[in-house]
């Protein structure tokens, strides 16, 4: 678990991170959003000491960061950053041994880590492991930054505009292996980001900053029926809320009980993708299939659309 308490960070007269206070639940994946210059890279720092706070805490499992040495604080927390900043002389597997390495892990141990990061992170070790930087594609150049962050096991990993630099397809795969890995490891996420699309995808709870505050902390579904003030209204888009909610939620929690015929849609389907689906087709409704092959029901572009409105 991160607490942090009264969080603040000035530089001169100029407050960059003013009074913030969030905790973060282990395992979870949450996502700073917010304008340029509105205090997410300064905040993400504090957390593993790469800016000293003005005032306040951070508690990292109900110890303050400031308690815990260098060597410890690297160890728990991992650091990936846009353009992944790999060293360039070093090959692959020695990048992502950098941690391990400072760590005083020993051969056997580093080279197995090396190994399944390499392969969690689909990238064959006898291919890649000997590669330096510049053979590498962006994408993959982004995977072994990742794969570095997480070399020391650490429980935390701090992610600032990580995919900023990949095209829309890596970048939606690179999103797609996260949430995977970070369901394997039980990660605590923590990623700074410009892209809302990005934010919703992958949060479990969005916090959104200006100027320097934390003006709203939630579940994505929360900031969308809720949000806190015109300016959380503004970057969510006013035209998208009803999408956002939409592609929050899977048909089987829209399923009716009503009968339709056609293609059956896996109850897995976002809402958004269906009712996409049920427009292009020009359907009114189309049957839902469990994931054991029954149809359960069905779903429609009148029950989709109350829900896209909040009224479901
Ligand atoms: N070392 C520093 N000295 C002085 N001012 C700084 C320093 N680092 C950051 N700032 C200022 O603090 C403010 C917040 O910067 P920060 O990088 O945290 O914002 P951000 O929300 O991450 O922005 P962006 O989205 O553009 O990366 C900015 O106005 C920036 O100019």
Redesign the pocket.
Known sequence: MIEIETLTKR?GD?T?VDTVTMTIQPRTVTVIV?T????????LRMINRLVEPTSGTIKLDGVDNRDLPGFELRRRIGYAIQGHGLFPHRTVAQNIATVPGLLGWDRPRIDAKVKELLELFQLDPDDFASRFPHELSGGQQQRVGVARALAAEPNVLLMDEPFGALDPIIRAKAQQDLISIQKVLGTTIVL?T?DMDEAFHLADRIAV?DKGKVVQYGAPVELVRQPATPFVETLIGDTERPFRLLSMQTIGEAVEPNQATGEPLSEDMSQREALSKLLWTGQQALPVRASDGRIIGSVSVEGLSKRAAGLA
């Open positions: 530089y100029n960059v917010g340029s210059g509105s205090g997410k890279t300064t905040l700074v410009h900053m």
